[in-house]
Nanobody
Framework: QVQLVESGGGLVQAGGSLRLSCAAS????????MGWFRQAPGKEREFVAG????????NYADSAKGRFTISRVNANNTVYLQMNSLKPEDTAVYYC?????????????????WGQGTQVTVSS
């Protein structure tokens, strides 16, 4: 089992920035593709960004391109999501997820492990 714990969420004004962190347990962090998803009230969970096992490939939702950056430090078992130029529509619970398929998927059901989420609220 892989345990994931997100942190770094909070309240920020539109145009501001936040950096989310996801700390993973275990010694096999580098074996997993990591992704960030978000879910707003009344909406389905959606893909935000993904990163390959060693960080050589990334993928972003159109809504995140140019504003968000996903990265990972395998030695620290940590994946990050730097979010800049935040908009009110970015308000959601953000989830860190891991999959063992070695592909970056935009589908939530392809991921094996999930954190509990961290709330991001962007005020207008």
């Amino acid at each position: 089992q892989v345990q994931l714990v997100e942190s770094g969420g909070g309240l920020v004004q539109a145009g501001g920035s936040l950096r989310l962190s996801c700390a993973a347990s275990g010694r096999t962090f580098s074996h997993y593709v990591m992704g960030w998803f978000r879910q707003a009230p009344g909406k389905e969970r959606e893909f935000v960004a993904g990163i390959s096992t060693y960080g050589d490939r990334t993928n972003y939702a159109d809504s995140a391109k140019g504003r968000f950056t996903i990265s990972r430090v395998n030695a620290n078992n940590t994946v990050y999501l730097q979010m800049n130029s935040l908009k009110p529509e970015d308000t959601a619970v953000y989830y860190c997820a891991a999959n063992s398929l070695y592909t970056i998927s935009t589908r939530a059901n392809r991921y094996d492990y999930w954190g509990q989420g961290t709330q991001v609220t962007v005020s207008s």
